[in-house]
């Protein structure tokens, strides 16, 4: 019998190489149309359920592919609705995802690797180090799992779907996995979420924010910054002594010359209380972005989110109003983000991917916890 490792992953393959794979296996090439939307348009996750799919085909697929590699390991539903997800691979890593609904919209946060090798200090992911990268079909299915688990298998969502690349893992280490799950996500025949509904935030790896700002269907940028000098920055986001603040603005700059009539981009900013929050730092922030002419920057502050055994507190809220009274005096937008789902460990910087105990309280105290 062939292992699972050892399988075709489906949902990881272009419309093209769907094609190529039927033949391979002696099928006619229409069926690889059949499978795409089956897989994506349709979100089954099991060759079975295409039953527009001859019986003896399906058998076939079964032998030498899948359809599906991640497995729901836990869902914890917030009090505000927030859904965080936490899947293994079939090599038994962590995943995770989180479903933000608001509204008139949903959003989907997902993950790049397993784990993570940057050394974010105010970051929970950062204790796994890197486990490993995710494939494309792992990126996709992520978003197959949580739109089938909030509407149903294939069900129709009322509105659309945007992506955020801010899970877990630096989403700029796997860049070539990151932009094919991008692509194939975007195909009308699929899941039809465009570029331009997808943010992909990197903590600046620099030479990737270049080789991004060249993509010809490119999604919006977000940059985590956090910190307006060097000697700060080096501390709390230690991919700051690989490139520098002078050599990520230099990039922001060039990135700046990409975007689209109307079309901004993001700084975020992990307000830690005490640490970098004093309005001297705001100051020296909106001096920066001035001294670089990055005029079609925003700046999205988010309080930092308590997670043990981390020692950072969140700033106070005088002082993130404040901070934000400077920096817009200075003629900079900034923005507070709405931390969602807090009590669940779903929120920026708290996905720790371990099913700890005390996660599992906290899911129980407050929401919802659904062992799957
Ligand atoms: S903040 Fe992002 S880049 Fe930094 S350690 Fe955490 S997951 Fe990695």
Redesign the pocket.
Known sequence: MIGMSEKTHLTALTPDELAEFVQNIGEPKYRAKQIFKGLHARRLQSFEEMTDLPKSFREKLNETATASTLKVESRYVSVDGTRRFLMKTHDDLPVEAVFIPTENRDTICFSSQSG?????D?????KLGLLRNLTAGEIVEQIIIVLNDVYGVGNETPHGTNLVG?????PFLNFDNLIKALGIMSDAEGLFIVPNRVTI???GIVPKIYEFARLEKRPHLAI?LSAPNDELRDKL?P?NKRWNIEELFAAAQEFQKSLRRGERFTFEYVLLGGVNDTEEHARKLAELLNRYGLERVKINLIAHNSAEPLEYRPSDARQIARFKEVLESKGVSAYLRTPRGRDIYAA??Q?AAKSEPNLIQIGKQKSEKVKM
Do not use: D, N, R
């Open positions: 993570c090798p940057l050394k974010c105010f970051c929970l992911t950062a801010m899970g877990a893992g630096e935030s990197t903590a985590s986001m991919i920026c910087g996905l």
